[in-house]
Nanobody, 122 residues
Framework: QVQLVESGGGLVEAGGSLRLSCVAS????????MGWFRQASGNEREFVAAIGPTGESLFSDLLKGRFSISRDNNKNTVNVQMNSLKPEDTAIYYCATFVGGDLSRYSDYTYWGQGTQVTVSS
């Protein structure tokens, strides 16, 4: 079955960086647009970024410039590099597979990982 496993979260001070990874299995990775979302406590799931099979990407306007996304099709992995982190970036970060529609809409994604917690201290 399809499995997405995120890693790389943790506790970091404001201004620091983290690199999250998501390893996918059970699917033909190169046929999927992959996305990252985040969900802070009490908030709705929020779009972070998405990347197509050949590297074309889309970012949340709020995060563009601090976050970048990449993928390694040989390793079935999608990564998000987060720089200049702020306390408001604290959330659980999820990767997911896009099925069509609106890249920024979480309901247009089907398979989800379990998430990885990112906590940014001030």
């Amino acid at each position: 079955q399809v499995q997405l496993v995120e890693s790389g979260g943790g506790l970091v001070e404001a201004g620091g960086s983290l690199r999250l990874s998501c390893v996918a299995s059970g699917l033909t990775f190169t046929t999927y647009v992959m996305g990252w979302f985040r969900q802070a406590s009490g908030n709705e799931r929020e779009f972070v970024a998405a990347i197509g099979p050949t590297g074309e990407s889309l970012f949340s306007d709020l995060l563009k410039g601090r976050f970048s996304i990449s993928r390694d099709n040989n390793k079935n992995t999608v990564n998000v590099q987060m720089n200049s982190l702020k306390p408001e970036d604290t959330a659980i970060y999820y990767c997911a597979t896009f099925v069509g529609g609106d890249l920024s809409r979480y309901s247009d994604y089907t398979y989800w990982g379990q998430g990885t917690q990112v906590t940014v201290s001030s």
